[in-house]
T-cell receptor, first 113, second 114 residues
Framework: QKEVEQNSGPLSVPEGAIASLNCTYSDRGSQSFFWYRQYSGKSPELIMSIYSNGDKEDGRFTAQLNKASQYVSLLIRDSQPSDSATYLCAVTGSSDSGYALNFGKGTSLLVTP | ETGVTQTPRHLVMGMTNKKSLKCEQHLGHNAMYWYKQSAKKPLELMFVYSLEERVENNSVPSRFSPECPNSSHLFLHLHTLQPEDSALYLC?????????????FGPGTRLTVT
């Protein structure tokens, strides 16, 4: 069973702070890692992808990957109330059907003014 | 139209009805996916098509029947559903089924089975 674990939250941070979202995965051969943002009643929106160990920055978002620890995280700097949403971690597998995305249940983020 | 579109956005159907969900992608992608999102559960992959050929059927009951007539269109035919099938059904597409390609989702169809 390929599992992706996320703290369900809610994670509450004040406006302007850094929000840190974490994800662990069980399949050591996983190759690709994605973060999606999902507003209530909406579909998931891709915000970051990361494929190699280290950090990847895109605007206020930084994804961090540590394959040895099977850990991927998302940092949101200068958090805004509009960042309040559920953040989904998704991981591809290592088998022939590696394209299949395994999702975590998501972490609910609340940014308070 | 841009991105991935889905119709209808909302659907209420009885257990004896037959209905179809439609997905269209305007991204020039070659792979399309159906996912199910139920409350309190992670997104579940249902079907994967690559160049109109089904490459994954993730143990989905036969009351769900996918169809992919071309690389831009994907359908999910529904019949004799159960109340537990009520969920958000999401279509996604990617350049192809390589693990490095990102998947983009449509807005989803909120299905309620009565």
């Amino acid at each position: 069973q390929k599992e992706v674990e996320q703290n369900s939250g809610p994670l509450s941070v004040p406006e302007g702070a850094i929000a840190s979202l974490n994800c662990t995965y069980s399949d050591r051969g996983s190759q690709s890692f994605f973060w999606y943002r999902q507003y209530s009643g909406k579909s998931p929106e891709l915000i970051m992808s990361i494929y190699s160990n280290g950090d990847k920055e895109d605007g206020r978002f930084t994804a961090q990957l540590n394959k040895a620890s099977q850990y991927v995280s998302l940092l949101i700097r200068d958090s805004q109330p509009s960042d309040s949403a559920t953040y989904l971690c998704a991981v591809t597998g290592s088998s022939d059907s590696g394209y299949a995305l395994n999702f975590g249940k998501g972490t609910s983020l609340l940014v308070t003014p | 139209e841009t991105g991935v579109t889905q119709t209808p956005r909302h659907l209420v159907m009885g257990m004896t009805n037959k209905k179809s969900l439609k997905c269209e992608q305007h991204l020039g992608h070659n792979a399309m996916y159906w996912y199910k999102q139920s409350a309190k559960k992670p997104l579940e992959l249902m079907f994967v098509y690559s160049l109109e050929e089904r490459v994954e059927n993730n143990s989905v009951p036969s009351r769900f029947s996918p169809e992919c007539p071309n690389s831009s269109h994907l359908f999910l035919h529904l019949h004799t559903l159960q109340p537990e099938d009520s969920a958000l059904y999401l279509c996604a597409s990617s350049q192809d089924t390589s693990t490095t390609y990102e998947q983009y989702f449509g807005p989803g169809t909120r299905l309620t089975v009565t």
